[in-house]
């Protein structure tokens, strides 16, 4: 499916959830009315979006979380996946735009691309499920059940090529951590 | 045979267990460290905050921000090695996007009867200025008098909305 396809998908399904988005889903996402005040982008720290939002699963067990991963990001914070079962959360969504490629810096290759198998990785993980959607249609379908899912729930994506130079949406995540602190903190 | 007097000395894992209730924390986010082994061990056993075991450190940043973001009064528990593992996380999410992060650091690898300088560890001799180069703020714990570092560094941490360190110069007893 196209990025753009997910990301349209996801946001009208948000259902709330608070967001971390990382890397080229920020700037749709953004586009896409859901950069508020419970959402974070994990720009300048790639790899971190899922240790972001586990500290925020851990912090407000009665919301969902939803992480906007990507492969590239993910494989820098590997091990996230351990940590996250190990932590015990129940309420972590971690969706992975998987397309292979390093796009934000031109679409080089991942280390092992196409050898290696995300679903797999999340299950032996401890991820209670973890599945993967190729088609905008079965992510619009399914969507709504994996919110009834007890988490951590891992979703990979399958996104296709994209070319062009890297978006970014350019909110500074001072000004991010500061609102969602402020919304949280107090509610 | 020349007796050889300490420089640093531990402090009781009791003692900055204590300072670390009084100062509010609901989580420390650990990656192990032998220097703090009998503090963890602590923590581990569900004394005091909420004890988070990470894979490393660049995890830990992010999973004390997401505390902090979501209403938690999180601090870190990591070694000197580990600071320098996870520089880019310090840089993007401690300090570029102003989170408290308060971090206790064990100077794995020193020798409690020589000074910081006499080291033959890089990583010891090297924390400190490591830290002045990316104007982290810290504190050191030579030995018992010191325990109001952590008071002083958990403040800074809140006030200036970034990180800071408080130092383990010997094994915490």
């Given at each position: 499916m196209e990025r753009q396809e997910a990301i349209d998908i996801l946001a009208e399904g948000r259902r709330g959830a608070i967001s971390v988005p990382t890397m080229q889903s920020v700037f749709p996402w953004h586009e896409a009315g859901q950069g508020d005040i419970l959402n974070v982008d994990a720009s300048q720290c790639m790899g971190s979006a899922s240790t972001i939002g586990l500290g925020l699963a851990l912090a407000q067990p009665s919301r969902k979380v939803m992480v906007l991963d990507g492969d590239g990001s993910l494989l820098m914070q590997l091990g996230s996946l351990v940590t996250i079962v190990a932590s015990g959360v129940n309420n972590l969504y971690h969706f992975v735009f998987a397309n292979?490629?390093?796009?934000?810096?031109?679409n080089q290759p991942l280390p092992g691309q196409g050898a290696f198998d995300w679903v797999a990785l999340a299950k032996a993980s401890g991820y209670k499920h973890a599945l993967k959607i190729a088609e905008a249609e079965d992510l619009l379908e399914q969507l709504p059940h994996v919110w009834e899912l007890e988490g951590p729930v891992l979703i990979e994506l399958t996104i296709a090529r994209e070319d062009g130079p890297a978006r970014w949406a350019g909110v500074p995540m001072a000004r991010q951590v500061a609102s969602v602190h402020e919304q949280l903190a107090t509610s | 045979m020349t007796d050889v007097q300490a420089v640093a000395t531990g402090v009781p894992a009791e003692v900055i267990a204590a300072e670390i209730d009084a100062l509010g924390i609901t989580h420390v986010v650990c990656v192990p460290d032998s220097f703090q082994r009998t503090l963890i061990a602590r923590w581990q056993a569900g004394n005091g905050p909420r004890f988070v075991g990470v894979c490393t450190e660049d995890e830990g940043m992010g999973v004390n921000a997401g505390l902090y973001m979501g209403g938690q009064n999180p601090m870190m528990c990591i070694q000197n090695n580990g600071i320098f593992a996870s520089i880019n996380t310090l840089k993007a999410i401690a300090l570029d996007a102003n989170v408290p992060t308060f971090i206790m650091v064990g100077q794995f690898q020193r020798d409690v009867n020589k000074t910081i300088e006499e080291q033959s560890s890089r990583a010891v001799r090297m924390l400190e200025p490591t830290l002045d180069a990316w104007g982290v703020p810290h504190w050191r714990i030579?030995?018992?008098?010191?325990?109001g570092a952590l008071k002083a560094a958990y403040e800074r941490a809140w006030t200036d909305q970034g990180p800071s360190v408080v130092i383990i110069g010997a094994p915490t007893l």
């Open positions: 292979g490629l390093n796009q934000s810096t031109g | 030579e030995g018992p008098e010191d325990i």
